[in-house]
T-cell receptor, first 115, second 116 residues
Framework: AQTVTQSQPEMSVQEAETVTLSCTYD???????LFWYKQPPSRQMILVIR??????QNATENRFSVNFQKAAKSFSLKISDSQLGDAAMYFC????????????FGDGTTLTVKP | DAGVTQSPTHLIKTRGQQVTLRCSPK?????VSWYQQALGQGPQFIFQYYEEEERQRGNFPDRFSGHQFPNYSSELNVNALLLGDSALYLC???????????????FGPGTRLTVL
């Protein structure tokens, strides 16, 4: 069974600075998807960024980018130029290609952005 | 275009009761998954419905059951409620493509269930 671990329960960053959230996962599969989701206090889970395991190039979405290290099973999220609106709980998630119905989530990292 | 909607927003029940939560998927989506999110934890997969059938199930007891209607909306039913069932219940929908796993999953705002 796949597992996802987020080792940082809480992180803080100064507005306009850069922060990196860590995520490691365990799987025996070679093809899968990895996701970062943002869950603000309003509770709506929003997709931030997605990475296909077969792609060597790291995904980027505006100020959000990932560092995907397949051999190390590591998938960190970098937020550049942090904004107050980035404050939220961030979840790392894994989804198999063969078992596509289920996403496995980590326990989240609470990000605080200081003005 | 409405996203995923869930009802009710909040619900309070007592132990032993039964509850039904509802989900309407995003327009164009035909697959619905349900997740349980306990306080301070990540969502846990309950099950997924596609073509009105349960396609996959997580590690949840039979007290948790569901249904999908022809219009793709879905219900989650929980019988014999326990205190430990208190959680945020999230519904997620997607469009099932040929590859099955390439499409993006969209989440609803959730239903907060409190069991007293």
């Amino acid at each position: 069974a796949q597992t996802v671990t987020q080792s940082q329960p809480e992180m803080s960053v100064q507005e306009a600075e850069t922060v990196t959230l860590s995520c490691t996962y365990d799987t025996s599969e070679s093809d899968y998807y990895l996701f970062w989701y943002k869950q603000p206090p309003s509770r709506q889970m929003i997709l931030v960024i997605r990475q296909e395991a077969y792609k060597q190039q790291n995904a980027t979405e505006n100020r959000f980018s990932v560092n995907f290290q397949k051999a190390a099973k590591s998938f960190s999220l970098k937020i550049s130029d942090s904004q107050l609106g980035d404050a939220a709980m961030y979840f790392c998630a894994y989804r198999s290609l063969t078992n596509a119905g289920k996403s496995t989530f980590g326990d989240g990292t609470t990000l605080t952005v200081k003005p | 275009d409405a996203g995923v909607t869930q009802s009710p927003t909040h619900l309070i029940k007592t132990r032993g009761q039964q509850v039904t939560l509802r989900c309407s998927p995003k327009s164009g989506h035909d697959t619905v998954s349900w997740y349980q999110q306990a306080l301070g934890q990540g969502p846990q997969f309950i099950f997924q419905y596609y073509e009105e059938e349960e396609r996959q199930r997580g590690n949840f007891p039979d007290r948790f059951s569901g249904h999908q209607f022809p219009n793709y909306s879905s219900e989650l039913n929980v019988n014999a409620l326990l205190l430990g069932d208190s959680a945020l219940y999230l519904c997620a929908s997607k469009e099932t493509g040929l590859a099955g796993g390439t499409d993006t999953q969209y989440f609803g705002p959730g239903t907060r269930l409190t069991v007293l």
